[in-house]
């Protein structure tokens, strides 16, 4: 599974998410509000692209009258989310082509990485190396880490749901959110 390129770029090959939301009719019962398939942002550089799922603004999301669908079709409008919502939650599938490592970085947020396709190697800052293969599950907790697709044909996708959690603080010192070379392509979460 190679994939093309747009300008240098590989695109992934895998397939691209149907996204089902649901809401209620006015009797109670559940509907399929929409069904987005839109195609991936592309991070130029990193070799790597991305699905927005869904995004709430308040945690708990506020799902009277629709509100949260509305947040976050303003979310989605604005085109300013960064890699965290402040004070809610983001879901994104991400996609990572082969022998590609992400940048090393930390967010202050609780995370939550499923494999769904391939193997990655979740490397963090102290040295140590996981292999996660499909169905394996990452908490991370405000760690500094990077994602490695060590495979040299095959792609790689993860589904990611981010929470924002407290300040973290270690020995009196604050971690803050660390996107290193990354702060560019990504964007600071706030």
Avoid at 13 to 31: D, E, F, M
Wanted: proline fraction near 5%; charge should be negative; glycine fraction near 10%.
């Amino acid at each position: 599974m190679s994939g093309t390129t747009n300008g240098g770029e590989p695109i992934s090959p895998l397939r691209l998410p149907n996204i089902h939301i649901t809401s209620h009719n006015k009797a109670g019962q559940a509907v399929v509000h929409s069904t987005i398939n839109e195609p991936q942002k592309q991070y130029p550089g990193y070799r790597t692209s991305s699905n927005l799922v869904y995004t709430t603004s308040v945690f708990p999301a506020d799902l009277n009258d629709d509100t949260d669908l509305k947040q976050h079709q303003a979310v989605k409008a604005e085109g300013k989310l960064g890699l965290v919502k402040p004070n809610g939650t983001v879901c994104r599938i991400v996609d990572f082509a082969p022998h590609n490592k992400v940048m090393m970085h930390r967010t202050q947020s609780l995370d939550y990485g499923v494999v769904l396709e391939g193997a990655l190697e979740m490397e963090l800052d102290d040295g140590s190396k996981t292999l996660m293969t499909r169905g394996d599950v990452a908490v991370q907790r405000a760690t500094m880490h990077a994602w490695v697709n060590a495979s040299d044909t095959e792609w790689a996708r993860m589904l990611f749901v981010l929470q924002e959690c407290q300040p973290l603080l270690i020995g009196g010192e604050r971690f803050k959110e660390d996107l290193g070379e990354g702060t560019a392509a990504f964007g600071a979460s706030g």
